[in-house]
């Protein structure tokens, strides 16, 4: 421990063989987890450089004072760095617009948060934007992180399960499709979220996402049981609408 000590001192110094040592000595963590990325369209060779470049990142910002195993910081960045490849390099591009937009929205949205104590609607980013709701509803999805099928889903000491590891990847049985298609499903539900208003979007959570009765809704939103499956099936309606 002394000597890995000793080595990262130097490097952060910016001595060039101790940081070199530290790379050799840690390439294994890198392989560990480029084979997590095995069939993503990329060959490991090319996910373990990117790997790699995640890595020195590591190694560069790691706090000794923190007390902290080495491989327990330097492998979420390992994995954050391929991910980002894998994102940035997938199929769907991102025009520069929409991504300045996606930003500008991003921020509006944080501010009226912070401002109205609650989400915004629609109409209300639109002022605060300028932009239409078609616009603000494009740049949203366009910038989405891809609700991404490479977007982690469970991560328990280092270990990390991502979301196209439950619904893709070689051949299935006929039992895993109904999970894939609740999965996709859950996604789909997730985009459109964004075009409801706060209440129906409470409402859609709390009975799809928490699973509640629609008498618990009811209570929770002030409502009559009546009134929420009639706004429910209404509300319903227009997302299998927007589906379409």
């Known amino acids: 421990m002394e000597c890995f000590a000793e080595l990262m001192g130097q490097a952060h110094e910016g001595d060039k063989e101790a940081r070199d040592r530290l790379v050799s000595d840690n390439l294994g963590l890198v392989w560990a987890v480029a084979r997590r990325f095995d069939n993503r369209g990329h060959d490991r060779e090319e996910i373990f450089q990117i790997g790699c470049i995640g890595l020195m990142k590591a190694i560069d910002k790691f706090d000794l004072s923190l007390h902290l195993a080495f491989s327990t910081y330097a492998v979420p960045m390992i994995t954050g760095e391929i991910r980002r490849f894998l ?3 997938g199929m769907v591009k991102v025009s520069r617009t929409l991504k300045e937009n996606g930003y500008k929205i991003s921020k509006a949205k944080e501010q009226l948060t912070k401002e109205l104590g609650r989400e915004p609607e629609l109409t209300e980013i639109s002022e605060a ?4 709701a078609e616009e603000i509803v494009l740049a949203t999805e366009a910038n989405r992180e891809v609700e991404s099928i490479y977007q982690p889903v469970y991560e328990k000491d280092g270990d990390e399960l991502l979301l196209i590891d439950q619904i893709g990847g070689g051949a299935c049985s006929g039992e895993d499709e109904p999970q894939k298609e609740a999965v ?6 997730r985009q459109l ?3 409801l208003g706060e209440q129906e979007r409470r409402l859609i959570l709390l009975r799809y996402f928490e699973n509640k009765t629609q008498s618990q809704v009811a209570g929770e939103l002030g409502m009559s049981q009546v009134q929420v499956s009639r706004l429910e099936k209404k509300i319903l309606l227009r997302l299998r609408e927007k589906m379409v």
């Open 184 to 189: 996709l499903n859950r996604m789909v539900v």
């Open 87 to 89: 994102r940035d390099d």
């Open 193 to 195: 979220l964004d075009l």
């Open 129 to 132: 934007t300028g932009f239409s």
